[in-house]
C-alpha cells in the first residue's frame, strides 16, 4: 500500500524557519515528479514547489527565494525547507507524488496525497 506521511508542520514566528518532510512508504518515486501543495481557509488547494527526477524544481513566485524543495530518493523523502515565513504561508501544506510523465503543476497531476501537515505562522 502506498502512502505518504508528512511530518515537520508547526506554529512559527513570522520569520522563522521550518522544514516539512515527506517519507513514502510502498514504493518509490524516483521517476515521477513530487511535490508540495497548500489549502488555507477558504480557499483552494495550489501548488507551492515541485522537484523532478533530475532534480530540476520550479516554485510559485511567492515563495521564490524563500523556499527550497529537496528530494531524496534512497530515503524515499523529500523536504520543504521554509525561511522567512510570513503569515500569509499558513495553510495545511500537502505532499504529493505526480502521474508518471506528468510534471504536477496542477492537482489533477497527482496520483497519491499524503495526509497534510498543519503550518501557521504568526505574526
Known amino acids: 500500500q502506498v502512502q505518504l506521511v508528512e511530518s515537520g508542520g508547526g506554529l512559527v514566528q513570522a520569520g522563522g524557519s521550518l522544514r516539512l518532510s515527506c517519507a513514502a512508504t510502498?514504493?518509490?518515486?524516483?521517476?515521477?515528479?513530487m511535490g508540495w501543495f497548500r489549502q488555507a481557509p477558504g480557499k483552494e488547494r495550489d501548488r507551492v514547489a515541485t522537484?523532478?527526477?533530475?532534480?530540476?524544481?520550479n516554485y510559485v513566485d511567492s515563495v521564490k527565494g524563500r523556499f527550497t524543495i529537496s528530494r531524496v530518493n534512497a530515503k524515499k523523502t523529500v523536504y520543504l525547507d521554509m525561511n522567512s515565513l510570513k503569515p500569509e504561508d499558513t495553510a495545511v501544506y500537502y505532499c504529493?507524488?505526480?502521474?508518471?510523465?506528468?510534471?504536477?503543476?496542477?492537482?489533477?497531476?497527482?496520483?497519491?496525497w499524503g495526509q497534510g501537515t498543519q503550518v501557521t505562522v504568526s505574526s
Open positions: 504529493a507524488a505526480g502521474r508518471l510523465g506528468l510534471d504536477l503543476r496542477v492537482g489533477t497531476d497527482a496520483a497519491y
Open positions: 510502498g514504493r518509490t518515486f524516483s521517476a515521477e515528479a
Open positions: 522537484i523532478y527526477w533530475s532534480g530540476s524544481s
